[in-house]
């Protein structure tokens, strides 16, 4: 099946950006292109980082994954890319892509101390998106984007709440 992504909106573009940042990524991305593997599987091949970077991908919406039987007959998920390919629609303010590749290109130690304020403004309940943005004093495109770099967090319509595990 032929899935094409296509990219409408500038916050949209940071797991893309994220999803090629380090070598360990984009050789998993590039092996979940090819076949279905398991996390196990990636890891043996890719250690830790790797099961991060498909746990990564999961949130991220770029892979999509089945249940498949292992060695010893218990069901474990399997992995592969979710697109073929990509359309970008790149027409945007200066302000937003400058938001959107700030979130995205921002260091990890950085991340993390902004990434644990919205956790703690967002708390166990979710929060209405604008007010976190007020809370923190960033720009609506800024915490979108943030959030969209999170393994942590989700937007459900307005309100940014805790990941789900599936």
């Known amino acids: 099946m ?34 279905w593997r398991t996390a196990d599987e ?16 999961d949130k991220m919406k770029l892979v999509e994954s089945r249940w498949v039987s292992n060695d010893g007959g218990f069901p474990v998920k399997s992995y592969h890319t979710f697109y073929t390919s990509f359309h970008i629609n790149a027409q945007w303010p200066v302000y937003e892509i400058s938001d959107v590749l700030a979130a995205a290109m921002m260091s ?30 960033l720009t609506a495109t800024m915490l979108k984007s943030l959030v969209r770099r999170s393994v942590n967090l989700d937007y459900h319509g307005h309100r940014i709440e805790l990941k789900r595990e599936d």
């Not at 990219?7 to 797991?15: A, R």
């Not at 940042?21 to 991305?29: E, I, P």
């Not at 130690?109 to 923190?136: P, T």
Request: glycine letters at 8%; charged letters at 40%.
């Open 2 to 35: 032929n899935r094409i992504k296509v990219i409408n909106e500038p916050s949209e573009l940071v797991p893309m950006l994220r999803s090629v940042d380090t070598a360990v990524k984009r050789d998993v991305l590039k092996e979940v292109t090819l076949e």
């Open 42 to 57: 990636i890891e043996a091949k890719f250690g830790l980082e790797g099961r991060e970077a498909i746990i990564f991908f």
């Open 108 to 137: 990890e130690e950085d991340y993390a101390e902004i990434e644990a304020k919205i956790l703690k403004e967002v708390g166990k309940d979710g929060k209405f998106s604008g007010d976190v943005a007020e809370a923190l004093g």
